[in-house]
């Protein structure tokens, strides 16, 4: 498994420093140098457990925080938000995330998703 290579960018952010190239049930991704993502607007509060940013989350959250932003696929298809929140779920069980566990994050950004149309797009940039 390969990790993304990243450094703290701000308060609660993170910023892609190479290319990060990864396979995904919907098809091959490069998240390019210089993304800076927010761990999938997950409050503070709830990282008593674990944070958006620990290795067994961070490719799901990077990769659902890149799509949400208006990211593509390498051969130019802009995945649904459906299908970026099922990539969210593949990629923690692929990353040794429980899979109750993984459910429930699952269940919080299908509902989330109701509420955030283009909330994601103003707060994952590119630096």
């Known amino acids: 498994m390969n990790y993304p290579v990243s450094i703290p960018h701000g308060k609660d952010k993170r910023k892609i420093v190479h290319d990060f190239l990864i396979n995904t049930t919907i098809g091959s991704a490069i998240v390019p140098a210089g993304f800076v993502w927010n761990g999938a607007n997950i409050p503070r509060v709830f990282w008593i457990y674990s944070t958006p940013f620990s290795p067994e989350y961070e490719v799901a959250v990077l990769l659902h925080d890149f799509f949400c932003g208006g990211g593509d696929l390498c051969d130019g298809y802009k995945p649904t938000r459906r299908e970026i929140d099922r990539m969210f779920f593949d ?24 509420f955030s149309s283009d909330y994601q797009k103003a707060v994952n940039t590119f630096d």
């Open 91 to 114: 990629l923690m069980l692929r990353y040794g995330v429980r899979r109750s566990r993984a459910l429930l994050m699952y269940a919080a950004v299908r509902v989330w998703s109701v």
